[in-house]
């Protein structure tokens, strides 16, 4: 019976500035029954990458806030009150261009790594060095959805696989070729492993086994639409 | 260590208008080596609903389809060569109004179901009689969205458990409270169960196991945004 399992990776202490994010991710795993085995893929939340690449800001006023929001846009889309609906320096396009000050110990704020593939490519080099397993990364954030209220965790960096599965052409359950399924795959996985991450606990990294991905050298800023292909800007 | 596990239900004829979609289920459950548990929640892809309840058209021509979509959308959004932005008659906006001809043997095109949480219900209270076991049951589809490429998964029905993980005002690893962090807990949950559906096997259903989900009467419209409050319309 063909099934996905995902295991909850704690015990990762508070990181900061400077602090070694694979190195902390490896030793938590040291202390869980499982290890890394060829066909996981490791799902690490971005704050713990944010905080040891130095993206906080320190100062819980308003005013900082909303100053380091302008700093991280590269263009608004809306506001409305508090909200700002910006896109970051990445592409992506989300609350606060990303700036959130949830789960930060000092009250000040966690910006997006500045380059999220990258930090993936240096935890799974890393990762790769220590268990002599290749195991893709992908680095996700929560992010809100126009027309659907909640938000979901999506891949905001990935390296290893494919961020598409990429099923046009090919021909479904009945021999019809599909028309248009690209599945967000790195998109599902991370919204899977925020299932066993929890907002309220710390658990800020995921293995998630059984998937069946491709690998390949894409960035998850290849799920970012081309503006001149978006019909909602 | 925390852990969820989502367990593929394959074997599930072709089902045609009229058939016991919920029969057909339980079936395919009785075929493999798990039974349905307390905590386990059920995701059904709307498809064999709709086959199930006669939401499908036949026809292959262009025409007919495009008479579908403009038939099944209540409202247009946007509109670019063949692909129309519709929100369906539940206020879902997605692509086609939810149209979609893949994985139809017949060459026609497959409806969304016309009350899906009911559908959901229906399903859940079958699955209660026949095996004891009260799961929640989600309805999935696959929808696109703005700003990002590719699909994913997410709920268009729920019965027996809350849409939404609302951590609003609880706090968070440091004491600090959530400002906005309502997690679409049931999207994320398709989104897992689509990992082990693909697109091109015939994996209708899913059981995820190990998520904690909140029992209560939500529905999958609660998660439309309402109009006034949606920047992107």
Redesign the interface.
């Known amino acids: ?8 990776v ?1 015990g990762i202490p508070e990181i900061v500035p400077g602090d070694d994010v694979a190195e902390a991710i490896l030793e938590a795993i040291e202390q ?3 290890e890394l085995t060829d066909g996981d893929v490791l799902v690490v939340t971005h704050k713990i990458v944010s905080k040891a690449e130095g993206r906080v800001i320190d100062g819980t006023s308003d005013e900082v806030y909303r100053a380091a929001v302008e700093e991280e846009a590269r263009s608004i ?2 506001r ?1 009150g508090d909200l700002t ?1 910006a896109e970051t320096r990445h592409g ?2 989300c ?1 606060n261009a990303g700036v959130d ?5 000092t ?1 000040g704020a966690v910006l997006l790594p500045l380059d999220p593939d990258r930090s993936a490519h240096r935890i799974r080099v890393r990762l790769r060095r220590a268990t002599g397993t290749d195991v893709p990364v992908i680095i996700s954030d ?1 992010f809100g ?10 891949a905001i960096g990935v390296s290893g696989m494919k ?3 990429d ?1 046009r052409g ?5 021999g ?1 070729l ?8 790195v ?3 991370a ?2 492993a ?3 991450m ?6 800020p990294v995921a293995i998630v086994r ?3 991905w491709e690998s390949g050298e894409a960035r998850a800023t ?4 081309p503006a001149r292909e ?4």
Do not use: C, Y
């Not at 090919?170 to 009945?174: E, F, G, N, S």
């Open positions: 019976m063909k099934s996905i399992q995902i295991f909850a704690a869980t029954p499982i889309l809306r409305r609906i992506f396009i609350a000050r949830s789960n930060v110990p009250g929560t959805r126009p027309w659907r209220t909640g938000q979901t965790d999506i961020a598409i599965a099923f090919k021909p479904d359950a009945h019809r599909m028309e248009a399924t690209e599945v967000a795959i998109d599902e996985i919204a899977a925020d299932l066993v929890g907002k309220v606990e710390s658990v059984g998937v069946a290849d799920l970012v639409r978006d019909l909602f800007r």
